[in-house]
Structures are given as structure tokens and as C-alpha cells.
């Protein structure tokens, strides 16, 4: 009786490692999750924790908290004058993704700063790009991430010669006619910053000098 209660425990114990993969799989729509631990060249601490995945009809959601113990100098890159006298040691964001782009092994998401330590940060949008190195014993995930300001355009450009520019809102696609698969260049850009405000490919990710915890990307 000892051994079959002692087999039935450790069948326990492995399907207890083995499910949180096994329903991740199952969910059967792109994913990205990690908990990551990391630091830089200026050696301070940095823990990113996130989750992202698109259900059944397309649609993606997830969640990201990040904290750094660096310095926040508050200066006014953005020039509107807001975060300017805030200066203080580490911080915190936590964001609520609303998309998701997976590629290979990469991922990005994004979505909108709903807490922060930093008060200047909440309402902006930031963008996580991740990726996935494997299993090998010296595979090495690696990450960046932005925050970015919400561009509200009050203007539009019209010809001053004509009364009435109708051209002025129109909007077209340009696509390559030779190729089907061509998805085009739309004339009038999102400026809402999104996970396809740029190409997967063309994100740099930052050089970790150490790191523990993992990531994991789902295609």
C-alpha cells in the first residue's frame, strides 16, 4: 500500500509540473507569459511579470507589471510639462494589454498604463517585446519595452488655394500590384501607439547581464 501511495503521489507531482504548459497549449491561440528577473548595464534590478493571449474570437487580452529600482529623474522629455519636480528612486507600472503579435519566437504587446507609481505614467501606452530563446542551457530570453504618449491631432492638412479640399479625407491603401500578398501602406497611419506600430523584426532588444525566470512564447 506504501508504494502504490508513494507511485500515486509522484504521478501527482508530475502532472503538477506538466499542466500549466498542457493548458496553455490547449487554449489554442497565440500566447505569451513570462516572469522575468534582469538587470542592466546601470545594475539595477528590474522584474517584468506579464501575461497575453488571444481568445476565440480574435481578440486580445492580458496584463504586465513592471518594476525598476533606477532612478526616475522627471525630466519633461515628452514637453508638457507634467512629471517635471518628480524625482525618485524605483518604480512601478502596471498596464492592461489590448493586442497581441506573435511571430516565431517574438512577441509584442501592448496596451495602456492603468497604475503607476510614477503619476505621469498612467494613461500612457506601452509596448513589451519579447523573446522566446528555448530550453537550451544557454539560451538567454530577451526583452525591450517603451512608454509612449498619446497624440491627440486637432489639424489636418488642406490645400489653402481651394475652398473645399475634398482630398484632404480621403484615405487609400498603396500595395506593390505584383504581389498578392502585398498587404499594403495605408495613407493615413494609427499614431495610437499598437502592437503593429512597427515591424516585429525591427525592435532592438536590450543586452540582459543577468537574468532568472523564463519566457515563453506561443505562436
Known amino acids: 500500500m506504501k508504494r502504490i501511495a508513494l507511485a500515486s503521489l509522484v504521478t501527482l507531482c ?18 505569451a507569459n513570462g516572469n522575468f ?3 542592466l548595464e546601470d545594475g539595477f534590478a528590474k522584474h517584468v511579470e506579464f501575461d497575453a ?4 474570437k480574435g481578440a486580445a487580452t492580458g496584463q504586465m507589471t513592471f518594476t525598476d529600482e533606477a532612478k526616475i ?6 514637453g508638457t510639462g507634467d512629471g517635471a519636480a518628480e524625482s525618485r528612486s524605483g518604480f512601478y507600472i502596471k498596464a492592461e494589454f489590448d493586442c497581441l503579435s506573435v511571430e516565431k519566437n517574438r512577441a509584442v504587446m ?19 517585446v519579447v523573446e522566446d530563446a528555448g530550453d537550451g542551457p544557454e539560451a538567454q530570453d530577451r ?7 498619446i497624440t491627440e491631432r486637432g489639424w489636418f492638412a ?6 473645399y479640399d475634398e482630398g484632404a479625407g480621403l484615405r487609400w491603401t498603396a500595395t506593390d500590384a505584383e504581389r498578392r500578398d502585398d498587404v499594403g501602406i495605408p495613407s493615413h497611419m494609427d499614431e495610437e ?4 506600430s512597427f515591424p516585429v523584426e525591427s525592435h532592438d532588444l536590450v543586452e540582459v547581464k543577468e537574468a532568472e525566470g523564463t519566457i515563453q512564447v506561443q505562436p
Open 37 to 39: 528577473k534582469f538587470s
Open 73 to 78: 529623474s522627471g525630466q519633461d522629455v515628452d
Open 143 to 149: 526583452l525591450t519595452w517603451g512608454l509612449y504618449l
Open 158 to 163: 488642406t490645400d489653402a488655394e481651394r475652398e
Open 14 to 31: 508530475v502532472l503538477g509540473f506538466v499542466s500549466p504548459r498542457s493548458t496553455n497549449a490547449q487554449s489554442g491561440g497565440p500566447f
Open 110 to 128: 501592448c496596451g495602456t498604463i492603468s497604475d503607476s507609481s510614477h503619476g505621469a505614467y498612467v494613461g500612457r501606452r506601452v509596448l513589451l
Open 193 to 196: 501607439i499598437g502592437c503593429r
Open 53 to 56: 493571449r488571444t481568445n476565440e
